[in-house]
């Protein structure tokens, strides 16, 4: 009978029905023909899914975003320039390290490949770098936005989970910043290889300028964390702090946000806020199903079927959220997979904020993974290409995140080590 919940599931998604309405149908068809419990549960748990604190903090994470792209996004982009651009390779790795600094404010994988792919993108497309070189790291550096903190993912992840959401900011810094370094060196190697140099034009500004410029909206990520590790607010109460240092710094610093911007943005986030909120909604009365029909305790018995070896059982997980990463969106795979991986992976000794960050993480390499990669999709709309003009340099890209990936899974120390140290 289960099984009617995943076929309904699978067929809507391929006839492409929306994830959040795919997920509530395949709900209400196994209600439907099992006859019990009635219908009418189903809006019960919907509400029951979205009535949590924490889950405030997602709308204001994605509002401080957009509001700190007004102003805040070219000076980054300055700073990375100034630190890398001068080696082989630079603007690659320079448009590598921007993506990270950027996604220490968006908390959004696309929102990051777009805002600095927009800039970055053409600027090495002048400089003589490939195009399909050129979306491939954009899109992988990009998609670094969910893994850095603050990550609307890690706040959803941490809702679906129980887990504190201050803790998995933490957990993901070092996975990261480790990955975004793999791709600044694969940017170098390439580089050299195929003569890219250039960086973007300072226009006779100082250094001391450029550093100052970029010196406030670094401090985003710095307060929010440390509010949150020395107790003073919560993540939805640091969420808030965040909009409005953004307010402040577009409005009154930069003098780049203009009143008439300001409807746009907030229709923006209302639209992005509700379709996540919404599948978090839908995929409330989906996983109470699973729930009552043993789903997790199902498929932990069928992993374990095949093998016991808890590195074969970890490599097989990671293939399957790699598989989901090509062709779902991030925060539905989280939404979905959570309930069902969790009961296993912890009964295997993994802890539940590890297995967060190498979720977030693998989804992050399913993000730029051919051929369905929604990421890769955007820096190649940016770029005006296809995807398969990405072929054989977005391997590159991949390969370096995989390499990350490995490691983050298998050497737990890399996402626990800051929460052990500053909790």
């Known amino acids: ?74 000076r980054l982009m300055k700073l990375a320039n100034l630190i890398l651009g001068k080696i082989p390779g630079g603007l690659a790795a320079a448009a590598s390290a921007g993506c990270g600094f950027f996604g220490a404010i968006s908390g959004s994988g696309v929102a990051t490949v777009a805002a600095i792919g927009g800039i970055m993108g053409p600027e090495m497309v002048d400089k003589g770098y490939g195009k399909g070189f050129t979306a491939s790291l954009l899109a992988g550096a990009g998609v670094l936005g969910i893994v850095i903190p603050p990550s609307l993912s890690m706040v959803v992840y941490g809702t ?17 910043l480790m990955t975004i370094m793999f791709l600044v060196l694969l940017s170098v190697l390439v580089g050299k290889k195929r003569g890219y140099t250039g960086s973007v034009g300072m226009k006779g500004e100082s250094i001391v300028k450029i550093i100052i410029d970029a010196l406030l909206p670094l401090l985003m990520p710095i307060i929010i964390l440390g509010g949150e590790m020395t107790g003073l607010v919560t993540p939805t109460e640091s969420a808030v702090i965040a909009v409005m240092y953004a307010f402040i710094l577009a409005t009154f610093v930069y003098k780049e946000l203009k ?61 399957l959220l790699l598989f989901l990463g090509t062709f779902m969106e991030t925060n539905s795979i989280i939404i979905i997979m959570t309930p069902i991986l969790l009961p296993l992976v912890t009964a295997m000794g993994m802890t539940p904020i590890h297995f967060g960050i190498v979720m977030i993480l ?29 072929f054989p340099d977005v391997f590159l890209v991949v390969g370096a995140m995989t390499l990350a990936l490995i490691l983050v899974a298998f050497i737990p120390q890399l996402s626990m080590l800051l929460p052990t140290i500053l909790r």
């Open 1 to 74: 009978m289960i099984g009617i919940l995943f076929v309904v599931l699978i067929l809507c998604l391929i006839i492409g029905i929306p994830v959040g309405f795919a997920i509530g149908i395949s709900s209400m068809a196994f209600l439907a023909i099992q006859g019990f419990p009635p219908l009418s549960i189903l809006p019960m748990k919907m509400v029951e899914g979205v009535n949590s604190f924490p889950l405030m903090a997602l709308p204001l994470f994605t509002l401080s975003g957009e509001i700190m792209a007004y102003g805040s996004t070219p």
């Open 160 to 176: 679906s989970s129980g887990v504190s959401i201050g803790d998995l900011f933490l957990a993901g810094f070092i996975p990261g």
């Open 259 to 319: 009143l008439k911007d300001i409807a746009a943005i907030c229709t923006k986030c209302t639209i992005t806020s509700s379709i996540i909120l919404f599948i978090m909604a839908a995929a409330a009365p989906f996983g109470w199903i699973m729930a009552t029909q043993n789903v997790p305790q199902l498929f932990s018995a069928g992993i374990l079927s095949l093998t016991s070896n808890p590195i074969l059982i970890n490599i097989l997980i990671m293939l």
């Open 362 to 390: 693998n989804l992050a390499v399913g993000g730029v993974t051919p051929p369905l990669a929604v990421n890769l999709f955007t820096s190649c709309r940016i770029l005006g290409i296809k995807v398969e003009d990405t």
